[in-house]
């Protein structure tokens, strides 16, 4: 059956998150567990969000070094955690956002991520990440 579907709400009667399946029943897709825009556009390290889904909290490790806690936990710590950093300066714009490779960064209940500029962690303007399982 093909057509085109318009709704304004779809509610899972499970406590597990929608499923996305094709025709066989293989699943092809779920939404984004969790996504955090931290900054708005003043350097920051307070960890402010200027948004977010499914973040109850920002914890600050130290300058450019922060963890996201997620308010609902991802079923397992197997999941991508994607990262984009900005940092606007009169001298530069060279930046990017890191997720953290060691041990303990990726948690079911939190992810920990940074900001690096030529390989030190500093501060930025915006941190955004997103969570795929």
């Not at 914890?59 to 197997?78: E, K, L, M, R």
Request: hydrophobic share 30%.
């Amino acid at each position: 059956m093909a057509g085109t579907i318009k709704i304004d709400t779809i509610q899972s009667e499970l406590t597990t998150p929608t499923v996305f399946k094709n025709s066989n029943g293989t699943e092809i897709g779920q939404l984004c567990k969790a996504w955090l825009q931290v900054g708005g556009g003043a350097s920051t390290t307070a960890g402010t969000a200027a948004g977010s889904f499914n973040i109850s909290s920002v914890t600050v490790n130290g300058t450019g070094d922060q963890t996201a806690n997620f308010t609902t936990s991802v079923a397992s710590s197997a999941f991508s955690g994607l990262t984009r950093g900005d940092f606007f300066s009169s001298t530069s714009t060279a930046s990017h956002g890191v997720a953290g490779s060691q041990t303990g960064y990726y948690q079911t209940t939190s992810f920990r991520y940074g900001h690096q500029q030529y390989n030190s962690y500093c501060t930025f303007t915006y941190m955004s990440i997103a969570i795929f399982r």
